[in-house]
């Protein structure tokens, strides 16, 4: 047996194709499948209404008031409506806090506020399932910053609205679309805990395999096809160009 | 035709459609996993320090801000090269307002923007060049224009995008980034404006892939067999 390159190629290509097989598979189903999902959907975009618009109150109160309410030095302060009030949201080195606008009162965002804020802006008029804290996050909740409230609805896609519980902001909505996507992404990624990251060892190295596997796959094509594979397309032309050599030949 | 022909066969002329695309898909995988996703983001290139507290006394009162900005939306007390500013949203538009003196800042001029983005950059590349971008180039294009485009020496070209409304830093780019987006394109084959992931051909490509691996996969079964035992000749 001589062991030319063409030879070794194929070998080595039906030896990653053994080993790798799998999950080469795994990545063009997941792939095929976030393709055919809407990622509208899968972001849950129509879900969250935008911010309803509300005149500055006449009484605002002043900045010391806030910095006392708040307990301590304030590296940020922001102020602005949250859904039927403004409010100001003052960093501090403990924290964020959230303060009355027109009262100067803390608003401590509990289960009942955060259901309030979470129906306010969404977007269909489906009821409120569950209230539940989120200390430590979720697959759900990985990108948010926690603590929150997890809202959920009884609408079609079985929306959870999740509101900070420093803030009051809506921070996302996750929707059966986008529960169903983050599988795909999970095997697409290989990240099978946190579905996060896509910079571990395992799926570098399986890239670096896989792209050997799609190189030498490509090298392989130019000594797959023979005349035999192409002849329905050749055989026509070659027998027409032909008869027009003979008729040619015939006229002159 | 027998069945280990037509796998071959099968396997072969869906390769034929795929191969190329499967090379970008792999190769453009490689970049993404092997360069982390943080310094994609450049956020070593901003400088990573805790605010200053602001010192509350003499700033203009936030009731104020309505007048100085009719149809206030939001505001924001922030801290800007050291000083105390106000970063509004109203139905003029972002503005940006010296907390303590209530005079309009913005729109910022060049000076401004670069003072703004050097004081953020964390390495110590100079300023290259400032440009008043007014048609969003594609490495911004969901950002809002007009914006100062604040280039810096240093590898990978590092630049920042500053709102001359906010001063705000937006966006910042570098050469890695611009490469990670260049592969994503190919990734998710949009090459137009590399943000769709449904579209036409990524849908028919895919299942393309699924055939051709699910192909490869049949045709592993015929292409392992066990060394011929040599039958000892009955005697």
């Known amino acids: ?252 | 035709m027998r069945w280990p022909a037509l796998a071959r066969s099968t396997h072969k002329w869906l390769a034929l459609i795929v191969a190329i695309q499967a090379v970008f898909w792999t190769l453009s995988g490689v970049y993404m996993t092997a360069v982390h996703i943080d310094i994609i983001h450049g956020d070593r290139l901003v400088k990573a320090v805790a605010p200053p507290p602001i010192a509350m006394a003499g700033l203009v009162e936030p009731a104020h801000l309505a007048h100085l900005a009719p149809g206030l939306k939001s505001a924001t007390l922030d801290t800007q090269l050291g000083q105390p500013v106000y970063v509004v949203q109203a139905e003029g538009g972002p503005a940006l307002f010296d907390a303590r003196t209530g005079q309009k800042m913005s729109p910022l001029n060049a000076e401004q923007a670069a003072a703004r983005a050097k004081a953020l950059f964390a390495e110590d590349g100079a300023v290259v060049s400032t440009q008043y971008v007014t048609k969003a180039p594609l490495e911004i294009q969901t950002r809002p224009v007009p914006i100062w485009r604040v280039e810096f020496e240093g590898a990978w070209k590092p630049t920042f995008y500053i709102s001359p409304f906010t001063g705000e830093l937006v966006s910042r780019r570098h050469d890695l980034w611009r490469t990670f987006d260049f592969v994503w394109m190919l990734h998710i084959m949009d090459y137009d404006d590399r943000q769709d992931v449904n579209n036409l051909l990524i849908r028919v490509f895919t299942w393309l892939a699924v055939a051709t691996a699910g192909t490869g996969g049949w045709l592993l079964l015929y292409s392992f067999r066990r060394k011929r035992r040599v039958r000892k000749a009955v005697a």
Do not use: C
Request: zero cysteines; hydrophobic letters at 50%.
């Open chain 1, 1 to 252: 047996m001589t062991w030319s390159p063409m030879f070794l190629i194929r070998w080595l290509h039906k030896w990653f194709g053994l080993v790798l097989g799998l999950q080469f598979l795994l990545w063009s189903v997941s792939g095929a499948v976030m393709a055919l999902l809407d990622h509208h959907k899968v972001a849950a975009e129509d879900a969250i209404l935008p911010v309803a618009q509300l005149p500055a109150p006449a009484g605002i109160q002043p900045l010391a008031r806030v910095v006392e309410t708040a307990g301590g030095p304030v590296t940020r302060l922001q102020l602005k409506p949250l859904y039927d009030r403004w409010v100001y949201e003052a960093t501090t080195a403990s924290g964020v806090r959230l303060v009355d606008a027109a009262s100067g009162a803390l608003i401590p965002i509990d289960g009942s506020k955060a259901r309030e804020l979470a129906v306010a802006r969404f977007s269909s008029q489906a009821p409120v399932v569950s209230v539940t804290h989120v200390a430590k996050p979720t697959l759900e909740t990985r990108d948010m910053t926690l603590p929150a409230w997890r809202v959920q609805f009884a609408d079609p896609d079985n929306t959870a609205v999740i509101v900070s519980a420093a803030t009051g902001e809506v921070l996302g909505a996750k929707n059966d679309t986008w529960r169903l996507w983050d599988i795909a992404w999970m095997l697409h990624i290989m990240d099978y805990k946190e579905r996060q990251s896509f910079n571990h060892p395992l799926i570098i190295t399986l890239a670096f395999a896989a792209a050997w596997l799609a190189l030498s796959g490509l090298i392989l094509l130019f000594r797959s096809f023979r005349r035999s594979d192409v002849a329905w397309v050749l055989d026509p032309i070659e027998k027409m160009t032909e008869k027009r050599k003979t008729a040619r030949v015939e006229a002159g």
